[in-house]
């Protein structure tokens, strides 16, 4: 079972990108899915949240309104749509699968047992 995250890269602030989580050797259609960043120097944080049955998962107002999370069940995939990009969205992001019997909540790292290895998006103002 594997996360293939992609799509980072180097932008100026006010632009957008979409990272890409491609998922093999098992179906996540029924799974939550989530996209988290880590910043140099910082502890991972949850960005969006994705439920199985297609509802939102959001912590705070720095993304609301700018980064959505969509998935393709048809390809295994989830993306990340970020819209309005800002220096302060630089970081590594990851994707990652709520697998059973995690311990964490949803808005947590703990909650999560799949991951990605993560793909760069630095902003430049």
């Known amino acids: 079972v594997q996360l293939q995250a992609s799509g980072g890269g180097a932008v100026q602030a006010g632009d957008s990108l979409r990272l890409s989580c491609a998922a093999s050797?098992?179906?996540?259609?029924?799974?939550?899915m989530a996209w988290f960043r880590q910043a140099p120097g910082k502890e991972r944080e949850f960005v969006i949240g994705?439920?199985?049955?297609?509802?939102?998962?959001h912590l705070g107002d720095s993304v609301k309104g700018r980064f959505t999370i969509s998935r393709d069940d048809a390809v295994n995939t989830v993306y990340l749509q970020m819209n309005s990009l800002k220096p302060e969205d630089t970081a590594v992001y990851y994707c990652?699968?709520?697998?059973?019997?995690?311990?964490?909540?949803?808005?947590?790292?703990?909650?999560?047992?799949?991951w990605g290895q993560g793909t760069q998006v630095t902003v430049s103002s």
């Open positions: 990652a699968v709520r697998t059973a019997y995690q311990s964490g909540t949803v808005f947590s790292v703990r909650g999560y047992g799949i």
């Open positions: 994705l439920t199985s049955g297609g509802g939102y998962r």
């Open positions: 050797g098992r179906t996540f259609s029924t799974s939550d």
